[in-house]
């Protein structure tokens, strides 16, 4: 009978210290376990009561060692005050574990944020970035035709002061003629302007040097 009652106090002290890994385990792995006060400590208590009972009636014979075992029994009852303490003292260093790492997951959650805000900030300035470039070849592209059509009207326009000179040449080849032919003579200013042909200007039929005193190229000015 002795040796049941301490073997039943052996299982239950055993269950409950099973019992104690197995919530410290679930609270590891963030699984929110309750901790059953009801079922831990009359496991603890009954199971070290039944096993010292036990232990004491195997050694009933001995007086001094029955006082042994009851001051085990004390002793236990410290250690198992004294363990409690401890596991209160776990139980909020775990909780405080707990509230640093919501903290630094919220601080996680708000870096995210920044992040994802910069990326699209990022992916906003590429694109800009991109029409810019492709403004910039589209300039270019306006740039490079209009310098073409600069040179083609350039060497037009060097064609056609080229026909503009030969014209000259040619129209000046046909006054020279036409003056030594047929330049009208004016004696002075005064039939000059009779012909109505004041004022006469250097070149023009008629243009002498006594009819512009003054060396301006400008006969009959006046």
Do not use: W
Not at 140 to 148: D, F, G, H, P, R
Not at 208 to 220: A, I, N, Y
């Amino acid at each position: 009978m002795a040796m049941a009652l301490f073997l039943v106090g052996f299982a239950a002290i055993l269950s409950s210290l099973i019992y104690l890994a197995y919530y410290l385990i679930a609270m590891l792995m963030e699984k929110k376990y309750p901790f059953k006060k009801p079922l831990f400590f009359p496991l603890l208590v009954g199971g070290i009561t039944f096993s010292i009972i036990g232990f004491v009636s195997i050694e009933e014979s001995s007086a001094d060692k029955l006082e042994d075992e009851i001051l085990k029994n004390e002793n236990l009852s410290q250690e198992h005050s004294q363990l409690k303490k401890d596991f209160d003292s776990l139980i909020n260093d775990f909780e405080a574990l707990t509230r640093d790492k919501n903290q630094l997951q919220e601080k996680l959650a708000e870096k995210e944020e920044e992040l994802s805000s910069l990326s699209n900030e990022a992916a906003k300035y590429a694109q800009e970035k991109s029409d810019f470039e492709d403004k910039i070849d589209s300039l270019q592209a306006e740039i490079k035709k209009l310098n073409t059509d600069a040179k083609a009207l350039t060497s037009e326009n060097n064609s056609l002061q080229a026909t503009i000179d030969d014209l000259k040449t040619t129209t000046a080849s046909a006054d020279s003629s036409s003056s030594v032919d047929s330049s009208p003579y004016y004696k002075n200013c005064t039939a000059a302007k009779s012909a109505g042909a004041a004022p006469v200007y250097a070149g023009a039929p008629g243009y002498g040097s006594h009819l512009d005193r003054d060396g301006d190229g400008v006969g009959c000015e006046n």
